[in-house]
């Protein structure tokens, strides 16, 4: 089964920063790539998908780059609404698979 | 617009069954494939099962492979979730979400599973 690694699993930022989350997996699985963003209570929401794409609605501020076996999600500038737990899931084979998840925190 | 609604959620005791339910709306039920997704308390996200549309082919993670059973009916526009030998470990929330590609694009707010004697 593909295993996904996220680091950090969880970072403290400031409003207005530049962060970057990186999701490696454990054999090479092209852009089949997504990333979900959660917050407490509420269901995962898609961000990026096939490794790269923007999710309509979603701001341009987030984007996603890599293939194969390393992946990233990008936030130019942080706004207040994006404190939240960020997922990368896998579906080249099965079985699906999510990473661990990376906590993002107010500084 | 796209909805999905789980329902079955509660209390059960280790070794009951339970049956969780997922109704969608807004788009052809038939032409689309379906995920269960849990999450424990404070954990993250594991990906339950997913049923094609078409030949309904199933897929389980192991974790609950030869427990749980997946389910569609398109007539009522729903997919199931039937649970069996429910353990502590499978308490949870419940999400199903739509398939589209390699991703999910369109999540239900999810029925929570307490498995407690």
């Known amino acids: 089964a593909i295993q996904l690694t996220q680091s950090p699993s969880s970072l403290s930022a400031s409003v207005g920063d530049r962060v970057t989350i990186t999701c490696r997996a454990s054999?090479?699985?092209?852009?089949?790539l997504a990333w979900y963003q959660q917050k407490p209570g509420n269901a995962p929401k898609l961000l990026i998908y096939?490794?790269?794409n923007l999710q309509s609605g979603v701001p341009s501020r987030f984007s996603g780059s890599g293939s194969d076996k390393d992946f990233t999600l990008t936030i130019s500038s942080l706004q207040p609404e994006d404190f939240a737990t960020y997922y990368c899931?896998?579906?080249?084979?099965?079985?699906?698979?999510f990473g661990q998840g990376t906590r993002l925190d107010i500084k | 617009q796209v909805q999905l609604v789980e329902s079955g959620g509660g209390v059960v005791q280790p070794g009951r069954s339970l049956r969780l339910s997922c109704v969608v709306s807004?788009?052809?039920?038939?032409?689309?494939?379906i995920h269960w997704v849990r999450q424990a308390p404070g954990k993250g996200l594991e990906w339950v099962a997913l049923?094609?549309?078409?030949?309904?082919?199933?897929y389980y993670a192991d974790s609950v492979k030869g427990r749980f059973i997946i389910s569609r009916d398109n007539s009522k526009n729903t997919v199931y979730l039937e649970m069996n030998t429910l353990r502590a470990e499978d308490t949870a929330v419940y999400y199903c979400?739509?398939?589209?590609?390699?991703?999910?694009?369109?999540w239900g707010k999810g029925t929570t599973v307490i498995v407690s004697s």
């Open positions: 096939d490794a790269s």
């Open positions: 807004g788009f052809t039920f038939s032409s689309y494939g």
């Open positions: 979400a739509r398939v589209l590609g390699t991703y999910m694009d369109v």
């Open positions: 899931q896998q579906f080249d084979s099965y079985p699906v698979a």
């Open positions: 054999q090479g699985i092209a852009s089949a």
């Open positions: 049923i094609w549309y078409g030949n309904s082919d199933d």
